[in-house]
């Protein structure tokens, strides 16, 4: 190895060294590197999209993509207004039947409007939402349990085995069926395509959170669980103590994965089952054809993305703020 390669490594490791800076200015420094990957990126983007054709036309690039996206916005404000206005006119029909009849019966209609765009985005994050908290609630009890009781694991696992690589779209038509049979009522609180896709999505958040707390759970210090011992802390007390804090990092990480696939799986089964949110609207728009769905479908998966990107930040800022250590490095 010549000394030339030996130093040209030398340099690219000092470079490295460098980019990291001190921890005061680190921050600062990664946020200029962030920014200028994302301009390249940008740029990479606008360079290859115009090189590309397709059966809807030229591969949409940045600009295209920003001005569907306002385009989707003024769609929202303009539903929202027509909502307000139909809101008033029935307020103001309502307020002449009574000037001219005190007693007379009133009707009082919700608005039917097309959901927009944003609409869809809330749909979806409320979806998600439901059948991530509901797989946490089930696989955070279950997973300590197992950590702690090795019989109950050996119990439990061939089920859990079994079940986890099973697809959520292999999931859906059976919870369709399952929910439309079940689910009967006259004045339902949640509509079925509701129902259908967060228990789609609970079924497929359930395995990362519950193998993960039962590896974490078992793996606690010994030297913990000795000092519990000595200390004749009660069953519930021990788990309390010594359990969860000792867990939380190993919980955590199953519950960041758990909330990442189960918003992947809710975009598919959204697409599949034609259930209201990100997914139809995906799906509305290729099946449209016209010359700006390919933008629009970019406007989606990019909105997908970055949503899905918040979570993940909003599940790491919850670790660090249930976690014991705070000198923990958590990424």
């Given amino acids: 190895m010549t000394t030339s390669t030996l130093n040209n490594r030398k340099g690219f490791f000092e470079f490295l060294r460098e980019l990291g800076g001190s921890p005061a200015r680190g ?12 301009v390249l990126f940008v740029c990479f983007w606008h360079i290859a999209a115009g090189k590309v054709d397709t059966s809807l036309g030229q591969l949409p690039g940045p600009t295209q993509v920003f001005t569907q996206a306002q385009g989707l916005w003024f769609e929202h404000r303009a539903e929202r207004d027509k909502e307000v206005a139909f809101y008033d ?13 005190p007693d007379a019966k009133l009707k009082w209609r919700s608005y039917t409007g097309r959901a927009t765009y944003i609409d869809q985005i809330f749909t979806s994050l409320k979806t998600v939402f439901v059948g991530f908290i509901i797989a946490s ?6 997973g300590i349990i197992c950590g702690l009781s090795s ?11 079994i079940f986890k690589p099973v697809s959520p779209l292999a999931w859906l038509p059976i919870v369709t069926m399952i929910v439309a049979a079940v689910y009967v009522s006259d004045d339902p609180l949640f509509a079925k395509s509701f129902v259908t896709s967060a228990i789609t999505v609970t079924l497929c958040c359930l395995w990362p959170t519950l193998i993960n707390t039962t590896v974490a759970v078992s793996g606690v210090n010994k030297d913990l669980i000795n000092v519990s011992k000595v200390l004749r802390l009660s069953p519930l007390t021990h788990i309390q103590k010594i359990v969860i804090p000792s867990a939380i990092p190993g919980i955590f990480t199953g519950l960041r994965l758990s909330l ?8 598919a089964a959204e697409m599949l089952a034609q259930n209201p ?4 609207f995906v ?26 990107f918040l979570l993940d930040r909003a599940m790491l800022m919850l670790q660090k703020a249930f976690s014991w250590d705070k000198s923990a490095v958590l990424r």
Avoid: H
């Fill in 277 to 280: 949110g990100l997914g139809k």
């Fill in 151 to 161: 019989t109950f694991y050996n119990a439990v696992n061939p089920i859990i085995q």
């Fill in 283 to 308: 799906w509305d728009e290729f099946q449209n054809g016209s010359s700006q769905s390919l933008a629009r479908i970019m406007v989606a998966v990019l909105t997908i993305g970055v949503l899905g």
């Fill in 89 to 101: 006119r029935q307020t103001l029909r309502n307020e002449k039947k009574l000037a001219s009849n």
């Fill in 260 to 267: 990442s696939v189960g918003w992947m799986v809710l975009i």
């Fill in 137 to 142: 609630l089930v696989a955070i009890p279950l």
């Fill in 27 to 38: 921050p600062v420094r990664q946020a200029i590197i962030t920014g200028i990957t994302i």
